[in-house]
């Protein structure tokens, strides 16, 4: 499984980042970490052109991860982490 960058993918995950965002990085490791299959849209590095990411998840802050298969979206890495840790974490 893995990151896929193709645009019809149909990974459950879509991950929007920014490149070299170490927030987004976080994120990305903890993805690959559970082997969980995403999509990446990498995103306007200049903050008032994230339309993109104001119209899915109501901010234009990175990093924003949409789960299609529980139906949640959700800003802020620390909060993605949590959610993901306990989603897909299983008993560690």
Sequence with gaps: ????????????????????????????????????????????PLHSRRDVVKRVAGVRTVPVVVDETTGVTMAESANIVDYLESTYGGDN
Excluded: N
């Excluded at 499984?1 to 459950?12: E, I, K, L, R, V």
């Design 1 to 44: 499984m893995g990151a896929s960058t193709s645009a019809d993918s149909d990974a459950p995950i879509t991950f929007y980042r920014l490149q070299a965002c170490p927030y987004c990085e976080r994120v990305a490791r903890l993805l690959d970490e559970y082997d969980l299959d995403y999509r990446s849209r990498f995103v306007e």
